[in-house]
């Protein structure tokens, strides 16, 4: 079966500080892969969205970047972490040929200080 | 284009009841429907999902129920439970560059009263 994993689980960063969150999947291969932030109380925004190896989408500017250096792994990164960058991350995973249905990570949450 | 608006924000309800959240879109290129169930800290979870070919889609004590000519969906969630309390989120995917991109609802924080 499929599962994903996401680290860390939580972290707390100073303003001005880089950012590496990391994403993977198991039990899948050629998975397309997401990430979301989800901002306290609130819904889930679409940051990048990736079909393949090197190949990333991004859906709103902003300070963050993602990469895809596997099949299955995903990270997102920043070099300088803003306070608006405080939220919790979602990654998520979608099978090459499913019916559509994404299923989503753990999640990591970030407090920017 | 490309929103999605549910509602209610939130919703309280007794054990027993049938609470029932709504969303609507504007995309007709929309083209799979999930709903996602969410405990605090924890990532969202596929509850259950419905195409626009289907006007219901019934999975245990859960069932969308959808409106292609309205573009409107809904959750039932029946028999309702203290443990069904959570924020439920609809969404609306779309078929692009090869994948599918997925728009969210603001969510709806549901709690069952004992």
């Known amino acids: 079966s499929q599962t994903i994993h996401q680290w860390p689980a939580t972290l707390v960063q100073p303003v001005g500080s880089p950012l590496s969150l990391e994403c993977t999947v198991e039990?899948?291969?050629?998975?397309?892969l997401y990430w979301y932030r989800q901002a306290a109380g609130r819904g889930l925004q679409l940051l990048f969205y990736?079909?393949?190896?090197?190949?990333i989408s991004s859906e709103v500017p902003q300070n963050l970047s993602a990469s895809r250096p596997q099949d299955r792994q995903f990270i997102l990164s920043s070099k300088k972490l803003l306070l608006s960058d405080s939220g919790f991350y979602l990654c998520?995973?979608?099978?090459?040929?499913?019916?559509?249905?994404?299923?989503f990570g753990p999640g990591t949450r970030l407090t920017v200080t | 284009q490309q929103q999605v608006k549910q509602s209610p924000q939130s919703l309280i309800v007794q054990k027993g009841g049938i609470p029932i959240i709504n969303c609507a879109y504007e995309?007709?290129?929309?083209?799979?429907f999930p709903w996602y169930q969410q405990f605090p800290g924890k990532g969202p979870a596929l509850l259950i999902a419905?195409?626009?070919?289907?006007s219901e889609k019934k999975e245990g004590r859960f069932t969308i129920s959808f409106n292609k000519s309205a573009k409107q969906f809904s959750l039932h969630i029946m028999d309702s439970q203290p443990g069904d309390s959570a924020t439920y989120f609809c969404?609306?995917?779309?078929?692009?560059?090869?994948?599918?991109?997925?728009?969210f609802g603001t969510g709806t924080r549901l709690k069952v009263l004992a």
């Open positions: 419905i195409r626009p070919d289907v």
């Open positions: 969404a609306a995917s779309i078929t692009t560059s090869g994948t599918y991109k997925y728009i």
């Open positions: 990736s079909v393949g190896i090197g190949q």
């Open positions: 039990g899948t291969s050629n998975p397309n």
């Open positions: 995309n007709t290129a929309f083209d799979y």
């Open positions: 998520a995973w979608r099978g090459p040929s499913g019916a559509g249905e994404q299923y």
